[in-house]
C-alpha cells in the first residue's frame, strides 16, 4: 500500500524538528558531520558535540590539519570512536581531491575513506536535495508498517530496502529529498519501535499495519544490545584515560580501569589494531600523533 507522499512532506514541513544542519546555511560539510556523528547516537549528545566541531573545523581542510588524537579528544563520549577517525580520512580525502568541497555525487561519496551506502545517499539528499534513498531503521520500520503491514522490519537487505525506498520516492528530486528526511522523522518521532504514536500519524488512514489490525512483529528476535561490561565500555574507559591527558601514559594507568585483566588487554590491544591508539618507543600510551 503506497504512503501518501505528499501528506507526509506537508506533515515534516509543519512539525519536522529545527535541527541545525536541516538549516539553509549550513553546508554539505556541515551535514556530513551530523551523519556521521549521529550513527547509532542520539541527536541530544551529538548537537552540542557538532556545533563544537563546526566551530573549530568549518572546512574539510581544517578537520584535515588537526591530528588524530585531536580529533579523538574532541569527538568525547560520542561513542564508536573510530568514526571521527574515519571521518578525519575523508576530511584528508575531500580537501586535497575535491577542493574542499564535499562532493554531491553519491559514487564520488562512495569512494571516500569510511563513507558507506547510507552515508553517501543521505548527504546526497540532504545537503544536495538529490533523489537518493536514504534507508536507516526508523525508515525501514516505516515501510515494514505503512507498506508491508508488519510489526516492524526484518534482517536488512540493502537491494530490498533500498528498492522499496525507491518506489516511493517522487520523481522531483527536491520533493524526493524532503521525504527522505519525512520517512525519517516520521520512524523517529511517531512509527516508533515500542510505542508508535499511530493517533498522530499523518498516514495512519492509509497503513497497511494498520489495516491489518497491527499485528505483532513475528520476526526473528532482535538482538538486545547492552553496553556495561562489554568490550565496547571497556575500550571507552582506557580511551578516557588517554583523552584525559596530554602525555603519554604508563600501562599501570590503563590497568587500573578494569579489574578483568584478559578481557583488558584484549581491548588495549583492539584499540592499537584500530587506530585509536599508539604504543611510544618506551612502552607508554597515547592517542595517535601525541607522542
Known amino acids: 500500500m503506497p504512503i501518501d507522499t505528499d501528506t507526509l512532506i506537508d506533515w515534516f ?36 558535540i557538532w556545533h563544537e566541531w563546526l566551530a573549530r573545523w568549518p572546512r574539510p581542510s581544517d578537520l584535515a590539519a588537526a591530528s588524530q588524537g585531536e580529533v579523538l579528544r574532541a569527538w568525547g563520549k560520542l561513542g564508536y570512536p573510530r568514526r571521527a577517525l574515519r571521518l ?30 547510507y552515508t553517501a545517499r543521505a548527504v546526497a539528499a540532504f545537503a544536495y536535495g538529490k533523489r537518493a534513498p536514504v534507508v536507516d531503521t526508523n525508515v525501514r520500520r516505516v515501510v515494514a508498517r ?10 536488512a537487505s540493502n537491494t530490498r530496502d533500498m528498492a522499496d525506498v525507491e518506489a516511493l520516492l517522487p520523481r522531483s528530486e527536491s520533493r524526493a529529498a524532503r521525504l527522505s528526511a519525512a520517512l525519517m522523522e516520521l520512524g523517529a518521532l511517531v512509527c516508533t519501535a515500542r510505542s508508535p504514536r499511530c493517533g498522530d500519524c499523518p498516514v495512519a488512514d492509509g497503513c497497511a499495519w494498520q489495516h491489518a489490525g497491527r499485528p505483532a512483529y513475528a520476526g526473528p528476535a532482535k538482538p538486545v544490545q547492552r553496553y556495561a561490561g562489554t568490550d565496547r565500555h571497556v ?36 584499540l592499537l589494531v584500530d587506530g585509536l591508539v599508539e604504543q611510544t618507543a618506551d612502552g607508554r600510551f597515547a592517542l595517535p600523533g601525541e607522542h
Open 13 to 48: 514541513d509543519t512539525v519536522g524538528r529545527d535541527l541545525p544542519w536541516r538549516r539553509p546555511e549550513c553546508t554539505a560539510w556541515g551535514v556530513l558531520v551530523s551523519e556521521i556523528m549521529l550513527q547509532q547516537t542520539p541527536v541530544a549528545r551529538v548537537e552540542p
Open 88 to 117: 578525519h580520512a575523508a576530511a584528508s580525502a575531500i580537501a586535497t581531491e575535491h577542493g574542499d568541497v564535499v562532493p554531491s555525487d553519491v559514487d564520488t561519496l562512495l569512494a571516500l575513506p569510511g563513507i558507506g551506502a
Open 146 to 155: 505503512a507498506v508491508h503491514g508488519g510489526g516492524d522490519a526484518g534482517p
Open 235 to 270: 575500550r571507552g574507559l582506557l580511551l578516557d584515560v588517554l583523552r584525559g591527558t596530554s602525555d603519554p601514559v604508563e600501562k599501570a594507568r590503563l590497568d587500573v580501569v578494569w579489574p578483568q585483566a584478559g578481557q583488558r588487554d584484549r581491548c588495549l590491544d583492539s
